[in-house]
């Protein structure tokens, strides 16, 4: 099994970005996707989340500004972010769960940088 995270950069404040999270050796269309984020020094936070079937979930200091969405035919998730602020900084991660966590990975991490 494989995932892997892509599309982080360097970015000007209020610009966007789309990261991509493509799984491979596993059924994809069966797990629950979420992207967390690390910024230096702090704790992990949820970013966004997709269930199987299609059920978004944001935290309220993302909402509206981030949408998570899901190809099961080409097995990756994607996470467009938009009006990006330098609080966004941080490293993204995507994860993939089912079967109640016996089915868990993580992606490598893609490093979202948003200058002011």
């Known amino acids: 099994v494989q995932l892997q995270a892509s599309g982080g950069g360097l970015v000007q404040a209020g610009g966007s970005l789309r990261l991509s999270c493509a799984a491979s050796?596993?059924?994809?269309?069966?797990?629950?996707v979420t992207w967390v984020r690390q910024a230096p020094g702090k704790q992990r936070e949820l970013v966004a989340f997709?269930?199987?079937?299609?059920?978004?979930n944001y935290p309220d200091s993302v909402k509206g500004r981030i949408a998570i969405s899901r190809n099961n035919a080409n097995n990756t998730a994607f996470l467009e972010m938009n009006s990006l602020k330098p609080e966004d900084t941080a490293v993204y991660y995507c994860?993939?769960?089912?079967?109640?966590?016996?089915?868990?990975?993580w992606g490598q991490g893609t490093l979202v940088t948003v200058s002011s």
């Open positions: 994860n993939i769960r089912a079967l109640a966590g016996i089915s868990n990975y």
């Open positions: 997709i269930t199987s079937g299609g059920t978004t």
């Open positions: 050796g596993i059924d994809f269309s069966i797990h629950d």
